[in-house]
Structures are given as structure tokens and as C-alpha cells.
């Protein structure tokens, strides 16, 4: 029984050893897989930085394609609006040539008036009325070409105001492109860097997962040789726990034996001490003492 209780302490502190280094291997474990879960958390974060970025560079692309459209628009619009422009100042400058229409037009329409009043208060010849009265006639289609240069030079205005406007409108889809195209390689940047910073966190999250793959497989390798050493400490203590019970169960038999012969040595001895008093011999101290312990 000796040898197997000094092989059961033996075992038990083999497995007290390996559980160490169990709980060890564990604690190490569950270190750099907390390392790696806060690398997993900031790649988590970073990527929520990317896709919000990317939507925000899609939602300006949108735009920009959309100002881009827009300008072309305009700029079509405008080069159909300069060519009437060019087309009515022609015009306008075509009619103030031919009917020689300079200054304030009011002028004339008081030289008429003048004319007709003289016609009308003065005695004159035919021949010099005649040619007041053509004078007049003159006048009269003058101003009626500088209405019709009038009108073409209120057009020629209206053009050109148009034009202003457009080109005010082109320059302002112009810019808007510029901006934001600007404002989407900002965003595009800003989002390629923390790709960047995603690929280095990647590769530092695999390094982790490199470290902990032997740590995992010396867990299992110990882990292993526990369960085997538990089912040899297990046995062993079945076989102490049997071997006890048969010591235990020899010494209560030992016991028993002892007191049977103790009785049968008592009630020998009672016996004698019996016979001395029937035959009336003189009982000594020690036969009176066992007649006493045959009593209790």
C-alpha cells in the first residue's frame, strides 16, 4: 500500500503540474486574443470610416457627373445664344449704316414738327412747300428706320443679357464641378489611407492569429496529457481506495479475532477461578479480578 500511496502523490502532483501549465497556456491565450479582438475593433472602425467615405465620394461624383451634364447644357445653350447675339449686332449695326441713324432721334421728330408747323403758318411758294413737305417725308422714314434700329438694338440687348446670364451660369457649373470633383479626391484620399491603415492592422491581426495557432495546439497537447494523467490519478485511487478498505477491513478483523480470544482466555480462566471456589481453595488478587471482569 506504501508504494501505491507514494505513486498516487507522485501522479497528483504530475497533475497538479500540468493543470499549472494548463491555466498558464490559457491566461496567454486569452492575452493575445484580447490584443487581437482590440486590432479587430480599430479594423472594424476604420472600414465604418471607409464606407461612410465612400458614399459620401459617390453622393459628390453623383453630383459632379450630374454639373458636368448640366454645364454641357448651358454651354450649348450659350453657343446658340452668342451666335444670335453676333447675328442681331450685325444687324443692328447693318441698319444704323444704311439709314445713317446717329444721335438722339427726338431731334428729328422736332425738325418734322418744325417743318409742318412752317408749312402750315407761312405763305410760301408751291415749289419751296413742295420741298419742305419732302423734307418732312424724309424725316418721317428716318424715323421710322430708327424704330426698326431700335427694335433690333433692344433685341441685340436682350442677347446679350441672355449671354451674360448663361455665361454667369456656366461659370457657376464650372466652379460647382471644380468644388466637388475636388471635394470626391478628398474624400477618395482620405479613404485610400485608411485602407492603408487597414492593410498594416491586417497584417499585425495575422501575426496574432500565428501566434496564438501553436499556443492552441500546446493547450490541446496538455490538455490531452491531463485527461490521461487524471485517468491514471483516477485509478490509482481506486486501487488506494480498494487497498484501504482491505486494511481496514484486516484491521477490524485483527480486532475481532483479538477479542474472541480474549474472551475464550477469560472465560478459561473463569472457569478456574470457579473450580477453586467450589473446591474452597483461597482465590488471589488476580483470580478476583477477572471473576470481576467476567461480572461487568
Avoid at 470610416?49 to 454639373?67: C, I, P, Y
Avoid at 450649348?76 to 444687324?91: A, I, M, P, R
Amino acid at each position: 500500500m506504501e508504494n501505491v500511496l507514494k505513486e498516487f502523490d507522485t501522479q497528483k502532483k504530475t497533475v497538479s503540474s500540468l493543470r499549472s501549465e494548463l491555466n498558464t497556456l490559457d491566461e496567454k491565450i486569452e492575452k493575445v486574443f484580447i490584443a487581437k479582438r482590440t486590432v479587430g475593433s480599430k479594423i472594424a472602425e476604420k472600414l465604418r470610416g471607409v464606407k461612410a467615405l465612400r458614399v459620401e465620394r459617390d453622393e459628390l461624383t453623383k453630383k459632379v457627373k450630374e454639373q458636368k451634364e448640366e454645364r454641357a447644357k448651358v454651354q450649348q445653350e450659350l453657343k446658340g445664344k452668342v451666335d444670335v447675339s453676333k447675328d442681331l449686332l450685325k444687324t443692328k449695326q447693318d441698319l444704323q449704316s444704311k439709314h445713317d441713324i446717329r444721335g438722339d432721334i427726338s431731334m428729328v421728330q422736332k425738325e418734322i414738327e418744325r417743318i409742318e408747323y412752317k408749312v402750315q403758318t407761312e405763305v410760301m411758294a408751291f415749289s419751296k412747300e413742295q420741298e419742305l413737305m419732302k423734307r418732312a417725308n424724309q424725316l418721317r422714314k428716318k424715323i421710322e428706320a430708327a424704330h426698326v434700329v431700335r427694335e433690333a438694338y433692344e433685341k441685340s440687348r436682350t442677347s446679350d443679357k441672355e449671354v451674360r446670364e448663361l455665361r454667369k451660369k456656366n461659370d457657376e457649373a464650372h466652379y460647382g464641378v471644380q468644388e466637388h470633383a475636388a471635394k470626391s479626391q478628398k474624400k477618395h484620399e482620405e479613404m485610400q489611407t485608411l485602407l492603408k491603415e487597414v492593410d498594416v492592422l491586417r497584417d499585425e491581426e495575422k501575426k496574432f492569429e500565428e501566434e496564438i495557432a501553436p499556443l492552441k495546439k500546446q493547450f490541446e497537447d496538455v490538455r490531452t496529457r491531463l485527461e490521461t494523467e487524471l485517468l491514471k490519478l483516477n485509478e490509482l485511487g481506486k486501487t488506494l481506495g480498494v487497498q484501504r478498505d482491505e486494511t481496514q477491513r484486516q484491521r477490524e478483523e485483527n480486532v475481532r479475532q483479538h477479542k474472541e480470544r480474549a474472551a475464550q482466555e477469560l472465560e478459561s480462566l473463569s472457569k478456574g477461578v470457579e473450580e477453586k471456589l467450589k473446591s474452597g481453595k483461597k482465590l488471589t488478587t488476580q483470580d478476583l479480578l477477572l471473576w470481576q471482569a467476567k461480572a461487568e
